[in-house]
């Protein structure tokens, strides 16, 4: 399953910016989220949310100031991104699993990298200062 994601740019520091990430119709995903990753360094979790309770869970760099939302009528899920500084510049990926769990995970579950399967293409976020 391909994830479709889309909306960065180049924005001043300051400013704002909405992503969008889109699964195809008729897919399921039982939790969605946003990780991005800066030249040189490793991928790092931004924010994420269960599909089933709305549940959304955030990396501390971007709490207050980074909104993770969905529409699950269109299977879109979204992230505002308000108030950016040049360290939030990075390629922007969104992820996806179907995987439906026999308990209620917590935050670090929703963190990492192996918890999703699928995966979209990045979406440059430039930040100048």
């Known amino acids: 399953v391909q994830l479709q994601a889309s909306g960065g740019g180049l924005v001043q520091a300051g400013g704002s910016l909405t992503l969008s990430c889109a699964a195809p119709e008729r897919t399921f995903n039982a939790r969605m989220g946003w990780f991005r990753q800066a030249p040189g360094k490793e991928r790092e979790f931004v924010a994420a949310?269960?599909?089933?309770?709305?549940?959304?869970y955030y990396a501390d760099s971007v709490k207050g100031r980074f909104t993770i939302s969905r529409d699950g009528g269109k299977n879109l899920m979204y992230l505002q991104m308000n108030s950016l500084k040049p360290e939030d510049t990075a390629a922007y990926y969104c992820?996806?699993?179907?995987?439906?769990?026999?308990?209620?995970?917590?935050?670090?579950?929703?963190?990492?990298?192996?918890?999703?399967?699928?995966w979209g293409q990045g979406t440059q976020v430039t930040v100048s200062s």
């Open positions: 992820a996806g699993d179907p995987k439906t769990l026999g308990y209620v995970p917590d935050s670090t579950y929703y963190a990492k990298s192996a918890s999703y399967n699928y």
């Open positions: 949310l269960s599909w089933r309770n709305g549940r959304t």
